[in-house]
């Protein structure tokens, strides 16, 4: 590496150049940290130097199967320490991680595995069936563990290895080779492919590094910090938490599936202080009985995003004691790229304008160069006025590398030299930005837009909804109309379709209403989102 600048002369050397890795954090809070538990599980607890130890007997073990640089390793599992494991000793050898989202059937599974040439899979026996399944459809054989969890079920293995096996049969001195570049490959993930086949985002070590102390920064991680897994480790990587808490040396909670009389034990037991989630999980625990709802003095950070969270939701969240930070991004941008930073002046506010202000998608991650709000078209930025609607366009050093052999989409995304997200949003007047739909969700009725996400907000805001999501319906009269689907609270006094409709007349333009309202539960996405595009289809029917 011989880099002479023209200017001064210096030279980039190995003194004053490493390529940055998230695996060094690992490396760092083992040394300071040894004695401090890194992990929990259950009855299971590791400390900084168990868990280092066990990444790296992963690492040899892998290694010694003829695992390297460039291969793929695939890891199907729910919030378990082998999963966080594979965070470290994947990368460490060079290698791709690519944490499989277990809710997708083995069709997809196998297409995964096959597109991202996957040379390892290590699964855990919840979801044998599928894996069993979508390893029957692959063309060529691959070297499978199996993860034996004692706090997951049984099952037959899949594989030549169990987890606990293989890293015995590793060295916990193991001396891995790192990345040779910050811009190699660490991370491959599958976006949920809700039309057609999945695309698959590749990561760099040099963005999940940045990324991963962005957000301990904005997320305030210190080493008191014990975060529990409520955030699927698969979406994104777990929005980089994966690193970043064991950057900050705090503690990382593992929790195979979000129950809240689970998630309020852990909270009290482990004393925990951050975890993340999408709106609907926050609203789980709103809405969760009376007595799974454990008291707990000291306050805990929740940083919500994946979709857009409603104010009713934040304000709720905060009454019972945590307090909120709101995030957004996309799985192309390592998770987190916009925050809504708090301003002091906002602690005057009511709680509900507060909640409002919150609610907006915010002003850019520390480690994010840029943000624009712009035409599509043209990539001029639109007027910072809060109400003309253009698409949030991202660059920097925490976005994704491109789509793994799709250069037709990668080109598409990266047009003009910005990342496209596809969301539609206006600028405020303090520069903070607010989506108001992704372009495919906006109702375009007579003419005008209609934010779905309003009318969500609106809804959200009547004292009887739980839940609500507003999607465009086809209407002979005005193109398309917005027609919601409710979920009422439990227990509550209930609602009519008439009520809810004048509730919205009387808190809306009156052509932003609702013109039909369905009740009933609402389809979701393993990572939290409400399935539009079946409530649209089932629109279309009514
Ligand atoms: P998928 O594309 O599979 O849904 P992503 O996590 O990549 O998975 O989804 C990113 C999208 O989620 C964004 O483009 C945006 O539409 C939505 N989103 C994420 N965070 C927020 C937020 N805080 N507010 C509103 N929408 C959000």
Redesign the pocket.
């Known amino acids: 590496m011989v880099a002479r600048s023209a200017s001064d002369g210096l030279v980039k050397s190995a003194a004053n150049y490493v390529p940055l890795s998230p695996v060094q954090f690992l490396e760092r809070s083992a040394l300071i940290w040894p004695d401090k538990i890194a992990v929990r599980h259950g009855a299971l607890a590791y400390t900084y130097r168990e868990f280092e130890a066990r990444c790296r007997r992963l690492a040899s073990a892998l290694a010694v199967r003829g695992i390297g640089r460039g291969d793929t390793v695939a890891v199907m599992a729910p919030n378990v320490p082998a999963l966080l494991e594979a965070h470290y000793a994947v990368p460490a050898l060079g290698a791709i991680l690519n944490a499989l989202n277990y809710r997708l059937d083995a069709r997809t599974i196998a297409f995964c595995l096959a597109h991202g040439e996957a040379k390892a899979l290590i699964t855990d026996a919840e979801f044998a069936p599928t894996v069993r399944s979508a390893l029957g459809e692959l063309r060529e054989e691959i070297f499978v563990v199996d993860i034996d969890d004692p706090e997951g079920p049984r099952s037959e293995a899949l594989g030549s290895v169990r987890y606990e096996t293989l890293l015995a049969e590793g060295d916990p001195g193991f001396a891995w080779p790192g990345p040779e570049d910050e811009w190699d490959s660490l991370s491959l993930l599958y ?2 492919g ?1 039309t057609g086949n999945p695309k698959g985002v590749v990561y760099h070590h040099r963005g999940a590094y940045l990324n991963a102390l962005a957000n301990a920064l904005a997320f305030g991680l210190t080493p008191d910090s014990v975060y529990l897994w409520t955030l699927p480790m698969f ?2 990587n777990g929005w980089t938490y994966t690193w970043a808490v064991t950057a900050a040396g705090g503690t990382h909670v593992c929790l195979r599936r979000i129950d809240p009389a689970q998630v309020f034990t852990a909270i009290r037991n482990h004393r925990v202080t951050h975890l993340c989630g999408a709106p609907v999980v926050l609203n789980v625990l709103v809405h969760a009985p009376a007595e799974a709802k454990i008291r707990f003095e000291h306050v805990v950070e929740v940083a ?6 409603p104010s009713a939701v934040i304000e709720a969240m905060e009454t019972m004691g945590f307090r909120v930070t ?7 941008s390592y ?1 987190p790229a916009t925050l809504c930073a708090p301003q002091e002046s906002w602690h005057e506010l009511a709680l509900s304008d507060r909640a409002r202000q919150m609610a907006r ?1 915010g002003v850019p991650m520390p480690a994010l160069a840029q943000l624009i709000v712009a035409d599509p078209e043209t990539h001029v930025p639109v007027p910072r006025d809060g109400t003309t609607l253009g698409e949030v366009m991202l660059r920097g050093n925490t976005i994704m590398k491109g789509y793994l052999r799709n250069e037709a989409a990668t080109t598409a995304a990266f047009r003009a030299g910005w990342f496209h ?3 539609l949003a206006v600028w405020h007047p303090d520069h903070y930005m607010e ?1 108001k739909d ?1 372009a495919k969700d906006i109702i375009i009725s007579c003419g005008e837009n209609i934010s779905s ?1 309003e009318v969500e907000e609106c809804l959200y805001r009547h004292p009887q909804v739980m839940e609500a999501a507003v999607v465009a319906r086809p209407d002979p009269k005005w193109g398309e109309s917005p027609c919601a689907f409710v979920t009422l609270k439990p227990g509550g006094d209930g609602a009519t379709a008439e009520e809810l409709i004048a509730w919205c007349r009387e808190h809306l333009a009156h052509f932003k209403a609702p013109r039909a309202i369905i009740f009933g539960p609402l389809p979701k ?1 393993s ?1 939290g ?1 409400i399935q539009k595009f079946v409530l649209r289809e089932r629109a279309t029917k009514l």
């Open positions: 976006t949920s809700t979406h994104c919500t995003g994946g979709a857009a969270p709101h995030l957004y991004g996309l799985t192309e998770g998608q997200t596809g969301d989506i992704r996400l996405t990572t989102k």
